[in-house]
Structure formats: C-alpha cells, structure tokens
C-alpha cells in the first residue's frame, strides 16, 4: 500500500475547474468576485493556490489571475508564511501540511481579505485498517475496519488508464461499478456491468455515518481498457466532501441541459463555497492506494 503522489488530474477537471467557471452566476459587468482555489495533502510538498476574478455567466472571456494579492497560510493559529506568486498563475507555499491539523488561507486583494480553513483528516491507514486486493480481471475487492471515532468522507475511484467513454475524464475510470449498500445513490447510473447492481459516475462515495458495522467488505469494478490501473480511496474533509458532490451534480445538469438544450428555467445546482468574503473552495484530503500492472483470475501483479 502506498499514498497517491499526486494531486490527480480528473478531480482537476471536474472538481477545481469546474469551481472557476460555475460557482457564480452573474449577468452583469459588476461584483466581480475573487475565486480562491486550494486543496491539500500531506502527500505534497508544496501547498498551492489559484487567484482569480470571476466571469459573468454569459463571458467567453478568460479568468483573470490576480498578481498582485497577499497570501498567508497558518496551522493551528501559527502563521506559516507567505506564498509567492508564479509564472503559470498559481500562487505556491514550500510547505508539508499534516494530517489531523487545522489550516487556514488568508487572501488580500486591493484591502480586502478573504478567508476560509479546513482540518486536514487523519491518515486513512492510521484511522482505519484498510486492504485492496485484485480478485478477477478488472474486479477488486476493498477491506475497511472502520473506527467510530470521527466522521469519514470516502471517496473510491481509479487512475492510471483510459476507459471506453467519449466523455472520458483524464486518466479517471468512467464508472465504478459495486453493489455496496451504502454507497451514495446520488451519481448513481443504470448498470452496463453484468455482475453489479449499480455504476456510480467516476467515484463511489460513502461516509462511516451510517455504517453499523466495525469491518466491511467492498467488491467493485471499473470501465477499462488499459492497464496499469491504481485503485484510490480518498478520505477529504467535510468542505472538500461538499464541493466534490454539487460539482458533480453541476456537471451533470449542464450535460442534460446540453443534450435537450437550455430551457427557459433551468437554474445551476449551487456549487459549495466555503471561502468567506469570495467564493471557491480550500478543502484537504488524506489517501490510500495501491497499483495493480495486471489483474490476471485470482492473482495479484
């Protein structure tokens, strides 16, 4: 078992993106809102943040960076520092966050700050026992021994080939396929996958909330034509959790809005925020995973 090194691209390209470009909904030239945008885990060494102004729902113009603001990152009420600004618009922080922590951003732009904080979750592999197994093909089996002792926001997906849908996320499975019981039914889809009851859009979520028993058992699959394939397990915070799910169902409205074309009434779902004074998301998330080069009939490689 070993953590994810990397910030992986499909929760970029439908989670981060997603929150520049549809969490406020404006008609008009003014309230011009500052977009703040970053996300943390102990698996990097950098902390990093995006600075922008948001459009006006009817612009084809491009987000605006702003260079010139003043960022200060702090852990437990200690000021960390401050992040310096680089060529590629991002504002970056040499600096490894830890789990089980409270983090707070602070942005000034032109006199006015903004705000938001997140407590980085426990270590996935500290807070619970945890196993990932190959079992048949593309099949896998997940093992969790839950602890009661906090709530945990589960996120379960894949990386590391490509699948078989024209709307292919990069890198990220199409659909994971289980018949989990207490999986949440809100990306759930009609199942193309024989041997499952239920496909979940790119992820299956589930929280400890309402799980009953201590050890639970997992069997799922992914839409794949490629290998190798790296099965992750995501634990994010509560506004990490939030953002990630309305993203989603935004997705998913603007997909069915584009299919049947935009109606009179249409109204985006919310996107969640979390930063005070501005909008965007500054959430956290521990993780797990495990890399499989090839899955042959009950055998792991």
């Known amino acids: 078992m070993k953590k994810v090194k990397y910030l992986f691209l499909s929760f970029f390209s439908i989670a981060l993106l997603g929150c ?4 406020n909904i404006n008609l008009g030239e003014q309230n011009r809102e500052v977009v703040l945008n ?4 102990p698996d ?3 902390v990093v943040a995006w600075l922008s102004l948001s459009q006006p729902v009817v612009s084809n113009e491009k987000f605006e960076p702003v260079k010139n603001a003043t960022i200060e990152f702090f852990e437990d009420e200690i000021n960390i520092g401050k992040f310096v600004w680089k060529d590629s618009s991002q504002y970056v922080l040499p600096f490894t966050v830890s789990p089980n922590k409270k983090y707070r951003i602070e942005a000034t732009v032109d006199g006015k700050t903004i705000w938001a904080e997140t407590t980085l979750p426990k270590a996935i592999d500290k807070e619970c026992e945890i196993s990932i197994h190959g079992i048949h093909r593309r099949e896998f089996q997940l093992h969790l021994q839950l602890q009661k002792t906090e709530s945990n926001y589960f996120w379960l ?5 490509s699948g078989a849908s024209d709307n292919l996320i990069k890198g990220i499975a199409n659909s994971v396929s289980s018949d989990f019981e207490y999986a949440d039914a809100f990306n759930r889809m009609p199942t193309e996958y024989y041997s499952y009851k239920f496909d ?3 992820y299956m979520r589930f929280t400890n909330q309402f799980i009953n028993k201590k050890d639970i058992d997992i069997y799922f699959a ?3 034509i490629r290998r190798p394939v790296e099965v992750i397990l995501l634990s994010t915070d509560c506004h990490l959790d939030k953002y990630m799910k309305s993203s989603m169902k935004m997705s998913e409205l603007e997909a069915d809005a584009g299919e049947e074309g935009m109606f009179l009434g249409f109204a985006p779902f919310p996107i969640y925020t979390n930063i005070h004074g501005g909008t965007g998301i500054f959430g956290s998330f521990t993780s797990v995973s495990k890399e499989f ?3 042959e009939d009950n055998n792991e490689h």
């Open 222 to 224: 992914f839409e794949t």
């Open 157 to 161: 997906s894949a990386t590391g080939y």
């Open 293 to 295: 080069q090839k899955i």
């Open 44 to 46: 990097k060494d950098t």
């Open 38 to 41: 970053s996300i943390i885990t």
């Open 20 to 23: 520049v470009e549809d969490v």
């Open 200 to 202: 979940y859009m790119f």
